[in-house]
C-alpha cells in the first residue's frame, strides 16, 4: 500500500469502529457522562478487548498476502491503541467449499509467519458463500477486512443480502488492487 492508500484505510477503519454501537463511540454513561466502547464487568480499564478478523484470499500470491498482512497490521497499529491488544482471526478462502478459521497474533501476521507454506489457488470462488460463512462464524468482530484477489463471483444476490445484513456490511471493509471497498457496496 502506498502511503495514501494507508491514510485512506485507517481513515475507513476507524469510521467503521466509531459507528453507533462500536468500540470507539462515544456513549453517555450512567451518570451522563461520554465513555469510549461498552463496559464490561470484571474487566480492568471497563472496555472489552478488539476483536476482528482477516480474511485471505487464495488466490492471491504469497509476496501479495504477506504485504497485505504487513500493510493492514500496521496501518491499524499506528491508528489508535485500541489496536494495541487485539485479537486477530485469520480466515483462509481457498475455495467455496474450504473456508478455514484460525486465531493468530497480530504480530504473527505482520511479519508474515503465519503465511509459510502458501500455495497460490487461482479457482472461482462465490462471494456470497464467503459472507455466509462470516455472518455464521465471525459475528462477534468489530472489523472484518478482507484481502482479496481477482476470481470471485456472485450468483445469489438474495443470499449474500441476507448474509449481509443486519451487521456484517457496517463492518465489512474489502481490499483489492483497485482500493477499498466498504460492505454497504455489496448490498
Not at 487464495?58 to 504487513?70: I, K, Q
Not at 474450504?98 to 504473527?108: G, K, S, W, Y
Request: hydrophobic fraction near 45%; glycine fraction near 10%; proline fraction near 4%.
Amino acid at each position: 500500500m502506498t502511503p495514501v492508500e494507508k491514510l485512506r484505510f485507517k481513515n475507513v477503519a476507524l469510521r467503521v469502529l466509531h459507528a453507533p454501537g462500536g468500540p470507539l463511540c462515544m456513549q453517555k454513561g450512567a451518570a451522563g457522562t461520554l465513555r469510549k466502547g461498552i463496559d464490561a464487568p470484571g474487566q480492568a480499564g471497563g472496555a472489552r478487548p478488539l476483536e476482528m478478523t482477516l480474511v485471505f484470499d487464495g488466490a492471491l500470491t504469497e509476496e501479495e498476502v504477506r504485504a497485505a498482512g504487513a500493510d493492514v497490521i500496521s496501518a491499524l497499529k499506528g491508528a489508535d491503541e485500541i489496536f494495541r491488544n487485539v485479537r486477530c482471526n485469520a480466515v483462509w478462502w481457498r475455495s467455496d467449499e474450504e473456508i478455514i478459521h484460525e486465531v493468530v497474533a497480530a504480530p504473527m501476521i505482520q511479519m508474515g509467519r503465519c503465511f509459510d507454506g502458501w500455495r497460490e489457488r487461482q479457482e472461482k470462488k462465490r462471494l456470497e458463500l464467503l459472507f455466509a460463512d462470516l455472518k455464521k462464524f465471525e459475528a462477534r468482530s468489530r472489523l472484518l477486512i478482507v484481502a482479496a484477489g481477482r476470481g470471485y463471483v456472485t450468483e445469489d444476490k438474495e443470499l449474500q443480502r441476507a448474509s449481509l445484513n443486519p451487521f456484517l456490511y457496517r463492518r465489512l471493509l474489502f481490499l483489492e488492487k483497485d482500493g477499498i471497498k466498504e460492505g454497504r457496496s455489496f448490498l
